[in-house]
């Protein structure tokens, strides 16, 4: 059975096009996206975190925040009306 959670880590580099990339490829087969924040990288508290998690779902209106816990995002995808059943 396929596993509907898929691991990201986001390390030094921050957020990149590569990092958007990955979530915009992982979130065409999965349903939750799960970013593992490296202690190693710039996002250190949970108001940087914060912000990464804001900046992320900006730049992907197809992404949703769920939640966020300690040093890991949990991101979704967003629901869209346009999609229902005929």
Do not use: C, W
Not at 19 to 32: E, F, G, N, P, Y
Not at 45 to 72: D, Y
Request: proline share 1%; no cysteine.
């Amino acid at each position: 059975m396929k596993s509907f959670i898929v691991d990201i880590q986001v390390g030094k580099a921050g957020l990149t096009q590569g990092l958007l990339d990955s979530i915009t490829q992982a979130l065409k087969t999965r349903r939750i996206v799960k970013l593992k924040i490296l202690k190693s990288s710039e996002f250190h508290n949970r108001e940087t975190i914060k912000q990464l998690a804001e900046k992320i779902e900006k730049q992907l209106p197809e992404v949703r925040i769920s939640k966020i816990i300690g040093f890991t995002i949990t991101l979704k995808k967003a629901y869209s009306l346009s999609k229902s059943k005929k």
